[in-house]
């Protein structure tokens, strides 16, 4: 579905993000000056894993990777994140201030991200505490995402997996045409396969049988999902 942020300016995106949606607008407005904004082109990176910085950021166009890196310099895609979106927010409510957990590397050219540091939003906490709730609100949602992610990787199979990540993209990133909702992912396989979280022979084999059924049309770095209610019923199987 096409994103809802779609036209608005990069001060907008920053007041109707989760963690400032329930802020007064004129509030959260008082945060605005403390934002830092910087485009980035595809392959850049935004942070890199073992940065002690204390920023987060905010998506204001294009789409961005957190990666991981191993010892041997193999890298895992973790997840994607796209207009509205914040980013490596655990710095700045961390009192140790770091490392970095992950690598966000731009996606497309032209990547506009706004940052803001842990003594701007911290000060302006103090002003008002109130909103610190609903910022733990949001945390905990985000706990709770990974929490599920980390149960479907135990007791859900391949292709649950797989039609449960083409929806999450589809809600985030695809868009209604008369041929079907078209997804963009800009993924490679291997990429593809590690969201899901298996090997790329056992998640094509999964795309190959969504494909034969007519749930779906693979073009490219494009997926075309033409029955979105049988990848539901595929996610409760």
Not at 31 to 45: A, C, R, V
Not at 122 to 127: G, I, K, S, V
Not at 152 to 179: I, Q, S, Y
């Amino acid at each position: 579905m096409p994103d809802a942020t779609h036209g608005a300016t990069g001060e907008e995106i920053l007041l109707k993000t989760a963690l400032f949606s329930q802020v007064p607008e004129d509030e959260a407005a008082q945060l605005l000056p403390s934002l830092q904004t910087e485009t980035f082109n595809k392959g850049d990176y935004i942070f890199r894993e073992g940065d002690t910085d204390h920023q987060m950021f905010v998506i204001e166009s294009g789409r961005v990777k957190l990666t991981r890196s191993s010892r041997d310099e193999r890298v895992q895609l973790l997840s994607i994140h796209g207009r509205g979106e914040i980013l490596g927010e655990i710095p700045v409510f961390d009192p140790e201030g770091g490392p970095r957990t992950a690598n966000a590397v731009a996606m497309t050219n032209n990547t506009t991200v706004a940052s803001l540091t842990h003594e701007a939003l911290f000060a302006w906490l103090n002003e008002h505490p109130r909103v610190a709730i609903n910022m733990l609100q949001v945390l905990a949602n985000r706990m709770r995402k990974n929490n599920e992610r980390i149960s479907d990787l135990v007791f859900t199979d391949v292709p649950g997996r797989l039609a449960k990540t083409l929806l999450d993209l589809a809600v985030r990133f695809g868009a209604p045409t008369e041929e079907g909702l078209v997804v963009p992912h800009d993924l490679t396989q291997e990429e593809l396969a590690q969201l899901v979280g298996s090997s790329r022979e056992t998640v094509n084999k999964a795309l190959m049988d969504f494909t034969n059924r007519k749930w779906i049309a693979r073009k490219g770095r494009t997926i075309v999902i033409f029955q979105p209610g049988k990848l539901i019923r595929r996610t409760r199987q």
